[in-house]
């Protein structure tokens, strides 16, 4: 949600600088490559998530009720619809059309997106449940980060157990924010 799964920028300019600061995919100095997920089933991946926390950023700003759509098409990419209310529940409705593109058919958890062609950001799925009931999204340069819900609320355990998680991949867990959604987050 963002994110390339979020909302985007209204400026030009600043869906350029976050496109061009996705493209970088080598790992901060000191730390061990991002491991996505071993296997993705992308048919169960496909449909709706909610934003229920991420690392902000300009993009982002002033975004609530963050979610993402995802519609798998004949050609193998992903639509990607990504909105968010302005402000407030009841603010002003965000949105963004984009594609999707797998770039390791052995897993499906390392994927593409783009909202403004020939630009690129990478979007890899490091953990997932195993229902698929919440994953969690980032990027190599770990400056990316989004943990997302089929619902607009998540369990407090489930929570504090994927944020125990990050560090191990290099996450700073300090640095999310969550999302107010319509349903108590």
């Not at 970088?24 to 089933?41: I, M, Y």
């Not at 002033?62 to 529940?89: I, M, P, T």
């Not at 797998?102 to 490091?126: C, H, K, M, Q």
Request: proline residues 7%; aromatic residues 12%; hydrophobic residues 35%.
């Amino acid at each position: 949600m963002t994110r390339w799964t979020n909302c985007t920028c209204r400026r030009f300019g600043s869906l350029l600088g976050f496109l061009a600061m996705l493209a970088g995919c080598a790992p901060p100095q000191g730390l061990p490559p991002l491991k996505a997920v071993e296997r993705v089933d992308l048919q169960r991946y496909m449909g709706t998530w909610y934003e229920i926390a991420s690392y902000p950023h300009r993009f982002q700003k002033g975004c609530v009720a963050s979610r993402a759509d995802y519609e798998l098409q004949a050609d193998g990419r992903v639509k990607v619809v990504n909105q968010c209310r302005e402000e407030r529940l009841d603010g002003p409705l965000r949105k963004v059309e984009g594609t999707a593109r797998v770039v390791d058919s052995t897993s499906n958890a390392r994927l593409e997106v783009t909202f403004f062609w020939p630009f690129w950001g990478g979007y890899w799925i490091i953990a997932i449940d195993p229902d698929y009931r919440w994953a969690v999204v980032g990027h190599p340069s770990r400056n990316y980060l989004w943990i997302l819900s089929r619902t607009p609320a998540i369990d407090e355990a489930a929570y504090q157990k994927i944020v125990a998680t990050l560090p191990s991949q290099g996450y700073d867990p300090g640095r999310l924010q969550r999302t107010l959604q319509p349903q108590g987050n």
